[in-house]
């Protein structure tokens, strides 16, 4: 299908931007990437009437390094992330979106803007528990991840806001692991699971469970976390907690897999994310 008519105007800063939105109404979309927003517009699931373009704002992209926590830009894409070893999870997860030709053109706040549970990038944050940075017409606030995912495709960020930055921990001294499980690489994934460890002498410091396409919003697999937490990191402990991954969780069905066979997909990845980020 074609979009509907729009207008189109590039920001030339952050408060330009927002200036525009306000212009523009209630039906006014920022654009970055473009990969989330435009195929929704083509099969006009949204229809815009203005669509504010932020790609060429200076000082929204990179990545800078603190003692103990990094502050990345909502512009930084996909590609710019998956090299660095040192984003640890994040990097491991940007460099499995889709393709290197999407890699090379989506970005980190776009991706968490859309609040889209099938992506990639929401759950990661979720269990790194990093906050996004939003600024509108009212000033700058930051969101926690726990309180930036409300819903299909909603987020905290309000109309007439545009989120900047994304801060996440270093957190030192944890493994990590990332599974999904997808018809073919590009696609969406059926499930996908973010696990990071904290071991401590063989046994589990810290644990944080992140699922993809579970709900309607990314999720922690808390049962999954209790039951590891504190316990030796040993096959028969990942297993038991593993089996617990997709307590709680009420996954739709769809053309790929059933609600139960996502639930099955949830403890098996979950194991298996565990086992890499316990150093398995």
Not at 72 to 94: F, K, S, V, W
Not at 135 to 144: F, K, L, V, Y
Not at 219 to 244: C, K, S, V
Request: net charge negative; charged share 20%.
């Amino acid at each position: 299908m074609i979009a509907a008519e729009f207008d189109y105007k590039v920001a030339s800063s952050v408060d330009d931007a927002i200036a525009l939105l306000a212009e523009g109404g209630a039906d006014a979309k920022i654009i970055a990437g473009g990969h989330s927003l435009l195929p929704l517009m083509k099969l006009r699931f949204t229809a815009p009437s203005l669509l504010v373009d932020i790609a060429r704002i200076d000082g929204l992209r990179g990545v800078q390094t603190g003692d103990d926590s990094f502050t990345i830009g909502a512009m930084t894409r996909h590609a710019d992330l998956q090299g660095r070893a040192d984003l640890g999870l994040l990097a491991t997860a940007a460099g499995q979106i889709a393709d290197q030709q999407v890699r090379n053109r989506g970005t980190i706040g776009g991706s968490l803007a859309n609040g889209d549970s099938a992506a990639d990038l929401p759950a990661v944050l979720l269990a790194l528990e990093g906050s996004v940075v939003v600024r509108g017409a009212d000033g700058e606030r930051e969101i926690a991840a726990a309180d930036l995912f409300e819903g299909y495709l909603t987020t905290a960020v309000r109309k007439g806001e545009i989120l900047t930055e994304i801060r996440i921990p270093a957190l030192v001294g944890y493994g990590h692991g990332y599974e999904k499980f997808n018809r073919r690489s590009e696609d969406w994934a059926m499930v996908g699971v973010c696990a990071l460890v904290k071991a401590s002498g063989g046994v589990c410091e810290d644990v944080r469970i992140g699922l993809t396409h579970m709900g309607s919003t990314p999720l922690r697999a808390t049962a999954a976390e209790d039951a590891l937490r504190g316990q030796p990191l040993d096959g028969e402990h990942i297993a038991a907690a593993a089996q617990l991954a997709a307590e709680g969780t009420e996954p739709l069905g769809d053309l790929n897999a059933t609600p139960d066979y996502k639930r099955h997909l949830a403890r098996v990845l979950t194991g298996r994310a565990l086992t890499t980020a316990s150093g398995g």
